[in-house]
């Protein structure tokens, strides 16, 4: 029986991948380098993560410490759309399971948008990143979710939206995965 469903935050909760792309627009501006201007564009340039972006984009070690400095400065302006029967379904399902999130994304942000929203107190858990140095470990907080509920992985649901939600979500020992898209 399910007790926790984990959500990802971007494109599962919110659609804010319009928003990455302007963000980094500014970045690029900012550190002279080109960004694709259609969104399709962006989106392959970008790939699976930021650090895939940088990399496509011809970005020193350097540059990619100010641009994720920068990224985080500009996402807190943005406001990404939620999905369209997320915040319904968040706020009925919360009576019935304990509820987390557990992003990359970064957890001032996080908490922000989910509070203009009217969501962040239907969830148990907000596990995001911190720091602009550093990759988050999205496989240990599950497992430290799990741990401070005490609830086994054959109890929790994880939604996530690419593959590699599948991969961390599988290296934590859950079977239960929807992947959205």
């Given at each position: 029986?399910?007790?926790?469903?984990?959500?990802?935050?971007?494109?599962?909760?919110?659609?804010?991948?319009?928003?990455?792309?302007?963000?980094?627009?500014?970045?690029?501006?900012?550190?002279?380098?080109?960004?694709?201007?259609?969104?399709?564009?962006?989106k392959k340039v970008y790939g699976h993560s930021s650090s895939?972006?940088?990399?496509?984009?011809?970005?020193?070690?350097?540059?990619?410490?100010?641009?994720?400095?920068?990224?985080?400065?500009?996402?807190?302006?943005?406001?990404?759309?939620?999905?369209?029967?997320?915040?319904?379904?968040?706020?009925?399902?919360?009576?019935?399971?304990?509820?987390?999130?557990?992003?990359?994304?970064?957890?001032?942000?996080?908490?922000?948008?989910?509070?203009?929203?009217?969501?962040?107190?239907?969830?148990?858990?907000?596990?995001?990143?911190?720091?602009?140095?550093?990759?988050?470990?999205?496989?240990?907080?599950?497992?430290?979710?799990?741990?401070?509920?005490?609830?086994?992985?054959?109890?929790?649901?994880?939604?996530?939206?690419?593959?590699?939600?599948?991969?961390?979500?599988?290296?934590?020992?859950?079977?239960?995965?929807?992947?959205?898209?």
């Amino acid at each position: 029986m399910i007790r926790l469903i984990i959500f990802d935050y971007d494109g599962v909760i919110v659609d804010s991948f319009p928003n990455v792309h302007d963000v980094y627009k500014i970045i690029c501006k900012k550190l002279g380098k080109s960004c694709p201007e259609k969104l399709d564009d962006f989106k392959k340039v970008y790939g699976h993560s930021s650090s895939e972006c940088y990399s496509q984009l011809n970005f020193s070690e350097e540059e990619r410490i100010k641009g994720n400095m920068i990224f985080k400065e500009e996402i807190l302006k943005k406001e990404p759309k939620p999905f369209e029967g997320i915040v319904e379904t968040l706020k009925t399902i919360h009576k019935n399971y304990k509820l987390a999130v557990i992003s990359s994304s970064y957890k001032e942000e996080v908490e922000q948008k989910l509070k203009k929203l009217g969501l962040l107190k239907l969830f148990d858990f907000i596990l995001a990143k911190e720091s602009h140095i550093g990759r988050f470990e999205k496989t240990e907080s599950i497992k430290k979710v799990m741990d401070n509920l005490a609830i086994k992985s054959n109890e929790v649901l994880l939604i996530g939206d690419r593959n590699v939600d599948f991969i961390e979500g599988s290296k934590a020992g859950l079977n239960n995965i929807l992947l959205v898209d």
